[in-house]
């Protein structure tokens, strides 16, 4: 069961052109949303972790923003080094249950 | 200076086979995991040990037992290997089970079935 979906799949943009990623969950009683990114042959690497509505966190050119339904990671002015997989997760006890990831490509 | 360690990288075996995955974490974490990425990238949960004591077993064959011998350690031993066995599978660790800290990976072990 797949509680956690992210849009797109896949997403090609050219350098600096801004964008956003989506990442939806089902459950009531949020207790954590997390970002990592995912480089090729690599392991998840943790970006962010959000907790309550409203809630926002930045890191260069990443920023994360949560609502009661759903998280964005916002991109500005993307470079061809920030092309990679990026997965949401939600935990659930003590696990973390992944979306399925979007694979960001860009290009100079 | 690797946060957490997996061993083999690669592991390339026949079907039937026995094998062994190892990890270590020096973060000084209570919780390891063991997570199985499939061919289409979806991660997903399979065991969690806290303290060296099991707490999350998700539906995995018993083909596939996990052991701690110590907090810093989790091993994944694997028996009578199929083909559908072959995916990348990650260690994490996290500094509790009922923390929202975040779960550290490492750089994950390509098994591959012949």
């Known amino acids: 069961e797949d509680q956690v979906t992210q849009s797109p799949e896949a997403l090609r943009l050219q350098e600096g052109e801004s964008s956003s990623l989506n990442c939806s969950y089902t459950v009531s009683g949020l207790r954590g949303l997390f970002w990592y990114r995912q480089d090729p042959g690599k392991g998840p690497e943790f970006l962010f972790t959000l907790y309550s509505a409203g809630e926002e966190k930045e890191k260069e050119r990443l920023k994360a923003t949560l609502t009661k339904k759903e998280s964005f990671l916002h991109i500005t002015a993307p470079k061809p080094e920030d092309s990679a997989t990026y997965l949401c997760?939600?935990?659930?006890?003590?696990?973390?249950?992944f979306g399925k990831g979007t694979t960001l490509s860009v290009s100079s | 200076d690797t946060a957490v360690s997996q061993t083999p990288k690669y592991l390339v075996t026949q079907m039937g086979n026995d094998k062994s995955i190892k990890c270590e974490q020096n973060?000084?974490?209570?919780?390891m995991y063991w997570y199985k990425q499939d061919s289409k990238k979806f991660l997903k949960i399979m065991f969690s040990y806290n303290n060296k004591e099991l707490i999350i077993n998700e539906t995995v064959p018993n083909r596939f037992s996990p052991k701690s011998p110590d907090k810093a350690h989790l091993n994944l031993h694997i028996n009578s290997l199929e083909l559908g066995d072959s995916a990348v599978y990650f260690c994490a660790s996290s500094q509790g089970p009922a923390t929202n800290q975040p779960q550290h990976f490492g750089d994950g072990t390509r098994l591959s079935i012949l």
């Open positions: 973060l000084g974490h209570d919780t």
């Open positions: 997760a939600r935990k659930a006890g003590t696990a973390l249950i």
